[in-house]
């Protein structure tokens, strides 16, 4: 008796130790832009957690808060959100980089490349860092200008919150956190990452 009880907790552990892992495959730290309906230009960008199980889907940005999706009947790709509301997903829209969703107001896009900063920081540590230039329009606009090699860029940069200000022209997104100096440059189609460094400038303090 006492072996068969010893056997069945070693079977519950291992039951327990196989459904936390497949938990944690699960879950998964990435990236996510949240577009109003309609709009061209991120309301939020920053880090995420994506989890799905068993056809249900949850993200949480870092800001707080968070999305619940829940499947509809055997409708692939077809959700409720949380309040109710219609939701799908957008198969395709972003290749391997990530996944897109759609909800009644917002559009969220769920990168998986650039879900940890630590790794963008290693990953980039030997890119040259770009000759930036940055100049106050507005208290809520800047100008922006990046060169390095053959790469240009140069637009206005939108504040999207806080100290985030975000702009593109189409084939780059470029995110500037004033309060950490942080830049971040990405391929605005598919997500990768161009450069990642701290802009650092004697004028910065006229902004």
């Known amino acids: 008796m006492k072996i068969q009880t010893i056997a069945l907790a070693s079977i519950l552990s291992l039951t327990s130790l196989s459904m936390a892992i497949t938990a944690k495959a699960d879950t998964v730290q990435a990236r996510c832009d949240v577009y109003p309906k309609g709009e061209d230009r991120a309301s939020w960008y920053g880090p995420c957690t994506f989890s799905q199980r068993q056809g249900f889907v949850s993200i949480q940005l870092q800001n707080g808060r968070r999305y619940e ?71 809520n606009q800047i100008t922006v200008r990046i060169t390095e090699g053959e790469f240009k860029y140069s637009g206005v940069l939108r504040r999207t919150s806080g100290n985030t200000f975000i702009g593109s022209d189409g084939r780059v997104r470029v995110i500037y956190d004033r309060q950490t100096g942080r830049i971040t440059v990405i391929n605005a189609v598919t997500g990768d990452e161009f450069y990642n460094y701290i802009y650092s400038d004697v004028n910065e303090g006229r902004l």
Do not use: C, H, M
């Open 69 to 139: 999706l829940r499947p509809v009947g055997n409708q692939p790709n077809n959700y409720r959100d949380q309040n109710g509301q219609r939701a799908y997903r957008e198969s395709g829209g972003l290749g391997d980089s990530g996944t897109i969703y759609r909800l009644a107001k917002e559009s969220i896009f769920v990168y998986w490349n650039s879900g940890s900063n630590n790794n963008q920081s290693s990953s980039n540590s030997s890119s040259p860092t770009p000759v930036t230039r940055i100049i106050r329009r507005t208290p």
